[in-house]
């Protein structure tokens, strides 16, 4: 490697070594094992929408690997936030703490339940909340008035947090559990893209009261579209299940639904997918952390920017392998992303900033966020498992 | 037949002869076409989620065949109906008007737009919107407020109207269309059971601004679970494909979303299914069409009741065989559930009435709705396309 070589062009190299010369993509499924069996078994039941075996078998098979006493699958991470965030009693106006790094779908769900987002910064290391400084934050913004924490500035009741597991490290749910039981916020776990990810031995989305897991196809496992709620509380979960298969009672022919519910319900067809992809989870966690080897061994000696790696607490998915530029490289970010996509790698930067997205810039949040710098030094690299 | 059958064992008796003597579902799909083949290219392709080549081929073939400008699949039914009054500006304490004998999720979709469903009567005939009286009802109802139909009780706008073509029959459009247009109602037809259902020689669902169509397990096709939004309005037609695809600006790798989205779309593994599935359309219309004969033969001896047919102006799908009980019978209409399901065929009363279920009890609606009777006189037979 030369002197005159740029942060870009060194970045691009260290991908070649691993990638080759071909396109590579951000995240690819890889369907090695049952997929089309279970499909073309779904098919010959004719059993492919409603509750079916498959629903069931997934469901099983993802209690089983969480540790999570009740799963019900749905059908995107974005309709189990929604109905979480019902679960535990959001409504109309009230504030939900959101991370301000997050896909644009966990604030998102918090309007569906004509709430607010209320963000809060996260910290650079792995990009999660960031706790001591929200601890402060709630302690000056906020009082609590009969077990209700109450945002002094808006008079609004702030009901939940939403940690969220960024590119599937875990948040340091310890300190963040202490935090919302000091305010009495209930806790919904965004582990959409965290399966796999443990935090002290627990899987991410089983620590807070309800936790969501996505299977879209960018993620570690795909459904096609599909996502599951996870709860310890069979009240929540029964609930849960009724909410998201349009509240209907049981009757033998009766079409009787006592509360506005949702068809967020996984087509059985989905779910068999879900089923051949869960037989392989343990695989394509191997593979993924193989890649974070390989990538972190080419990345080490670049000045100037680091990878993200687990924390010593936790065990992470590496469901996207990340880049964060040192400060004073932050104005290389456009070009390493022009450069490796250029080349026919696909890489990507983070969200935008949620506290500076269009349509939640009205919304409270921190000062000062750190965030809103950090998005810009983050970059991730293509982490298909098939690549490790 | 002896003179001391029942009501009961004579449509039971009839059912038999053409169901025979095994147990028969209310309805379920078939898949005897390229279902497995393109499922399987789907996965071969890995592109199991996002837009793909099966959701475009699907819209273009529900394109063609409806004759809308524009379709845009997504998640479900539910979903499509949400998004459709979102598209015409229903916002939070609207009042929408939707028929007293629909299925919950008609109501719902108004209730997730924070709006309000008020009920009208429907026609015992086709089960439809009651045309005539909904015209006398607005004019003693509501007044027009600068091209704003409003609520005299209520005082609040009455933004769109929802008919639902019920069990596959069409609405008589026409007569709606002048209704809506005099009182300044936006029209979102809710088609979900009309897929290969005409209005004179229109498509249902391409007759309003927005029509909604799904592919639930249950419908004519099926992609396991799965809608459509079809519109003329190339406007609608790109917000719609925007707002069910999380708002998202093209840009070659930032994530701006520049408003409140929904992750709607239809998994390209789903449209793969119905790609197959539209390929079949006319034979499964053919069968159910003999299906409605055979039974029509059977019934028509029987006293006390008779089968919704066709109108003179309509093409129906005959989605589902409806029989309506005469008022003097209506008292036989469990007795005919529980022998029929006894006997191991699956039929069905109609939805409960909006007006009376739990969570829409208190929203707006017509006094004196024949609607309330005739639900308790409604019952569904087996209609399987492969039972004709």
């Not at 309007?111 to 910064?121: G, K, L, N, R, T």
């Not at 002290?200 to 795909?222: D, E, M, Y």
């Not at 967020?264 to 869960?278: F, K, S, T």
């Amino acid at each position: 490697m030369t002197k005159e070589c740029t942060l870009a062009e060194k970045i691009l190299t260290g991908m070649r070594s691993i990638l080759g010369d071909d396109s590579v993509n951000l995240h690819e499924p890889s369907f090695l094992g049952n997929e089309s069996r279970y499909v073309e078994e779904c098919l010959r039941s004719t059993n492919v929408a409603s509750e079916g075996q498959f629903v069931s078998q997934f469901e099983s098979m993802l209690a089983e690997y969480t540790g999570a006493q009740h799963v019900i699958a749905v059908s995107s991470g974005t309709a189990a936030l929604h109905v979480a965030l019902l679960l535990v009693g959001v409504s109309r106006d009230d504030e939900v703490l959101v991370p301000d790094l997050s896909f644009i779908a966990t604030a998102n769900s918090v309007a569906y339940c004509s709430a607010i987002p209320h963000f809060v910064d996260v910290e650079e290391e792995h990009c999660g909340i960031r706790v001591p400084k929200l601890q402060e934050y709630l302690e000056s913004c906020s009082t609590q008035e009969d077990g209700v924490c109450v945002n002094r500035q808006t008079g609004r009741r702030i009901k939940a947090i939403i940690p969220m597991h960024a590119f599937g490290h875990p948040v340091d749910m310890d300190s963040l559990l202490e935090v919302a039981e000091k305010f009495s916020l209930d806790v919904v776990e965004d582990a959409a893209e965290a399966l796999g990810s443990f935090y002290k031995g627990r899987h991410a989305g089983t620590l807070g009261h309800v936790g969501v897991l996505s299977f879209n196809g960018n993620k570690i496992i795909t459904t096609g579209g599909g996502g599951a709620l996870l709860t310890d509380d069979p009240e929540l979960a029964a609930n849960a299940r009724h909410i998201t298969r349009t509240a209907k009672l049981p009757h033998r022919w009766e079409y009787i639904h006592d509360q506005v519910g949702y068809n967020y319900r996984l087509p059985n067809l989905n779910a068999a997918i879900g089923v051949a992809q869960m037989e392989k989870l343990p695989l394509f966690l191997d593979r993924k952390r193989s890649l974070f080897a390989a990538y972190a061994k080419v990345i080490a000696p670049i000045q100037g920017v680091k990878l993200i790696c687990e924390s010593q607490d936790c065990r992470s998915n590496y469901w996207l392998q990340t880049l964060i530029l040192d400060q004073d490289f932050q104005h290389e970010r456009d070009s390493i992303l022009s450069t490796t996509n250029d080349a026919g790698f696909v890489t990507r930067p983070a969200w935008q900033s949620l506290s500076r997205s269009k349509p939640f810039r009205a919304s409270p949040s921190m000062k000062d966020m750190q965030s809103v710098d950090l998005v810009n030094r983050l970059i991730n690299l293509p982490s298909s498992s098939f690549l490790g």
